[in-house]
């Protein structure tokens, strides 16, 4: 059993910068894919990045392409979401998200993920 720990979000202002952190439970997150997905009421959760734990390979959305950075501390099984130049639409619950499973062409729906951290709010404001 993973358990996935967010946390970084709070208050923010359009243009500002935020690190989100998820902590994982886990002796290694070597065959992991994590992602990042984000949520606000009444709508879908939306993909936002996501990294192959192997391959370190990263993948975003059109929407925080070019903003955000998805990176990883193997040491510390902790992956991060690098949030810059933040706008009002990035306001939402974000989530990290983990399995084993997720293959390359699947990684952007967040049924294929298992494991879900319980989220950390990020309001920004114009």
């Known amino acids: 059993q993973v358990q996935l720990v967010e946390s970084g979000g709070g208050l923010a202002q359009a243009g500002d910068s935020l690190t989100l952190s998820c902590a994982a439970s886990i002796r290694s997150l070597s065959h992991y894919t994590i992602g990042w997905f984000r949520q606000v009421p009444g709508k879908e959760r939306e993909f936002v990045a996501a990294i192959r734990w192997n391959s370190r390979t990263t993948h975003y959305g059109d929407s925080v392409k070019g903003r955000f950075t998805i990176s990883r501390d193997n040491i510390k099984n902790t992956v991060y979401l690098q949030m810059n130049n933040l706008k009002p639409d990035d306001t939402a619950i974000y989530y990290c998200?983990?399995?084993?499973?997720?293959?390359?062409?699947?990684?952007?729906?967040?049924?294929?993920?298992?494991?879900w951290g319980q989220g950390t709010q990020v309001t920004v404001s114009s």
């Open positions: 998200a983990g399995d084993t499973g997720v293959i390359l062409s699947s990684l952007r729906f967040h049924v294929n993920y298992d494991y």
